[in-house]
């Protein structure tokens, strides 16, 4: 055990020696004062300067006796205190070497902490308490140097330890430099936070596992939401389809009423267009049956050519139904045939002229710039202007004339077809080219409504435009533009 004078600090102990250092030099200079100032001549003085001396020197053994009981009570209360701060300390205290790392002192609670003796403390070096991996982290000399630049430095930290059974546990640790027997050393005050730490590493395990239940939750709401954008882009889809679908019926059953509708009207029209021609031959064949042997040649024929006209007409209504269901039905092919424009129109002309028994002078008016040579389907041609010119003879009873003038600017090809007769009411124009509809001017004379109908499907497939201008009663112009890029020059 080391005395109280070893844990003392450096100042009380180098002022204790100044105070000796002082004494013993007024003793020395006293006594040495006495001894040369001894005159024989003079034994008076020399007594009393002696008894003066001795005086003296009695008070100053008096006072260094005084102060030597003083600071021995002082030491003793030091005593005390040191073993009130430093072993009965609840904390666990220890002094070591600077620089041999050697225990110098051990409190009792170190003692009980780590479980060694006093003794076995006392022979062993800091490392001892360490783990043997944590040993190099042990601060090293270098270091301390200028750590205790700054005397007000009290280091500390979190550390390993291990006890003598061999258990780890964590000490909280701080230090300050002292003079120990006079040696460098280190004051150690330590505290036990292993119960601490171990609930911060549970804490930190339970934050761990629970970022990975959060990370996991996390991955599997990202999955589901990427689960959920696939589905609502499948539902988009099939809502799209849907849609689709949806739209295609619509279309369906608007055509399905159109057709509905269609047929009523065709029934409607077939009834009235059919049933009159059906009585007048069923008439004629009678009429014939009956009074063959009393007619003449001529009453005969004449009856015959009645029965071929409305036979013909017949023929004309089937052929035009079956344009039209032929159109709705399938998509028409348009061909390229090439074309000459005079004898084709001549020709159209000549087969008009004979179906209506030459009723009407048709007057061609060709400008020179069109060329005479081009490419288009001849069918589909035959069919807008047989109809036009037919409708045009048929509508202008008390007219005699139908003009077809030709003209080209640039890329286009113009066809006029212009009658004199009943006309077209304005608000009426923009039906006339709807299946079986005929206009209020024309409904006494006889037809079917398909015509025009023939004429617009027909002028789609070619690519061409037709514009109509009508008044009542002023007759009417049917233009047909045909552009060149159809109707190539050859």
């Given at each position: 055990m080391k005395t109280a004078h070893d844990i003392l600090p450096a100042s009380k102990d180098i002022f204790l020696k100044f105070v000796y250092g002082v004494i013993i030099l007024l003793w020395l200079k006293f006594a040495v004062e006495m001894f040369f100032e001894h005159s024989p001549s003079r034994p008076s003085f020399y007594w009393e300067h002696f008894v003066s001396s001795l005086f003296f020197t009695l008070f100053v053994t008096f006072l260094v006796l005084l102060l030597n009981n003083r600071f021995h009570?002082?030491?003793?209360?030091?005593?005390?205190?040191?073993?009130?701060?430093?072993?009965?300390?609840?904390?666990?205290?220890?002094?070591?070497?600077?620089?041999?790392?050697?225990?110098?002192?051990?409190?009792?609670?170190?003692?009980?902490?780590?479980?060694?003796?006093?003794?076995?403390?006392?022979?062993?070096?800091?490392?001892?308490?360490?783990?043997?991996?944590?040993?190099?982290?042990?601060?090293?000399?270098?270091?301390?140097?200028?750590?205790?630049?700054?005397?007000?430095?009290?280091?500390?930290?979190?550390?390993?330890?291990?006890?003598?059974?061999?258990?780890?546990?964590?000490?909280?640790?701080?230090?300050?430099?002292?003079?120990?027997?006079?040696?460098?050393?280190?004051?150690?005050?330590?505290?036990?936070?292993t119960d601490k730490i171990h609930q911060e590493q549970r804490l930190q395990a339970l934050n761990q596992d629970l970022e990975k239940k959060v990370m996991g939750r996390t991955n599997d709401q990202l999955l589901l939401n990427t689960r959920l954008v696939d589905q609502n882009k499948i539902i988009r889809s099939a809502n799209l389809e849907l849609f689709t679908i949806t739209t295609q019926l619509q279309e369906a059953n608007l055509k399905i009423h159109e057709h509905a509708d269609l047929k009523n009207r065709f029934v409607s029209m077939a009834s009235h267009e059919f049933r009159t021609p059906l009585a007048n031959i069923a008439m004629a064949a009678g009429f014939i049956r009956h009074h063959l042997n009393k007619l003449e040649p001529q009453n005969i024929i004449s009856k015959l050519k009645g029965i071929e006209t409305h036979v013909a007409h017949m023929a004309a209504l089937i052929e035009d139904v079956l344009t039209i269901e032929k159109a709705d039905a399938t998509k028409l092919e348009v061909k390229n045939d090439l074309l000459d424009l005079d004898d084709f129109i001549a020709k159209i002309c000549q087969e008009v002229r004979t179906a209506s028994d030459n009723s009407h002078h048709i007057q061609v008016n060709m400008n020179e710039n069109v060329m005479r040579h081009l490419q288009a389907d001849e069918k589909f041609l035959r069919n807008i202007f047989i109809n036009l010119i037919n409708n045009a003879i048929k509508y202008s009873p008390g007219a005699k004339h139908v003009y077809i003038n030709i003209d080209r600017q640039k890329d286009e090809i113009f066809f006029e077809i212009i009658d004199k007769g009943l006309g077209i009411n304005k608000n009426e124009l923009s039906k006339i080219f709807e299946p079986f509809y005929r206009a209020n001017s024309t409904s006494h004379i006889q037809g079917t409504g398909l015509g025009l109908s023939i004429v617009k499907r027909a002028a789609d497939l070619l690519g061409a435009q037709i514009r109509v201008q009508s008044e009542i009663g002023q007759g009417s112009t049917f233009t047909v533009v045909l552009p060149v890029s159809v109707s190539t020059e050859v």
């Open positions: 009570h002082h030491l003793l209360n030091r005593v005390q205190e040191y073993k009130r701060l430093f072993k009965k300390n609840p904390y666990p205290m220890w002094v070591y070497d600077l620089k041999t790392s050697q225990f110098l002192g051990i409190n009792d609670a170190a003692i009980s902490l780590y479980g060694y003796s006093e003794a076995e403390f006392l022979s062993m070096k800091i490392s001892a308490i360490r783990p043997q991996e944590d040993v190099p982290a042990i601060i090293n000399e270098s270091e301390r140097v200028k750590l205790s630049l700054n005397s007000q430095y009290h280091w500390s930290g979190t550390w390993r330890h291990k006890r003598k059974n061999g258990d780890q546990m964590y000490v909280e640790v701080s230090s300050h430099e002292i003079l120990f027997n006079g040696r460098e050393a280190e004051l150690v005050l330590a505290y036990d936070v």
